[in-house]
């Protein structure tokens, strides 16, 4: 069984940061890469971020400059910083697992960019 459960969600202004936390747990030997979705308005779940074990790391064009994705020291956990955040940036934000087994999703986290 493997879990995925993140964290660091919440309402935040325009300009405003936030960082995401992302943990997976459960019986498995290595994880080939870890990222972060999110899904605003309908079915579309985007890529943001993803970071494989090498650390290789890719962004969504949209998010360039402004999001940073990380893995911490214990390699199941990863991590999203979220600056100069935008209304835009508005959606319920997934971390994705793939391990050898298959793909593992969390239950996702609400960030919302309002004044």
């Known amino acids: 069984q493997v879990q995925v459960v993140e964290s660091g969600g919440g309402l935040v202004q325009p300009g405003g940061s936030l960082r995401l936390s992302c943990a997976a747990s459960g019986s498995f030997e290595s994880i080939s890469a870890m990222g972060w979705y999110r899904q605003a308005t309908g079915p579309t779940r985007e890529l943001v971020a993803f970071i494989t074990t090498g650390g290789a790391t890719n962004y969504a064009d949209s998010v360039k400059g402004r999001f940073t994705i990380s893995r911490g020291s214990a390699r199941n956990t990863v991590y999203l910083e979220m600056n100069s955040l935008k209304p835009e940036d508005t959606a319920v934000y997934y971390c994705?697992?793939?391990?050898?087994?298959?793909?593992?999703w969390g239950q996702g986290t609400q960030v919302t960019v309002s004044s």
């Open positions: 994705q697992t793939i391990l050898q087994t298959g793909v593992y």
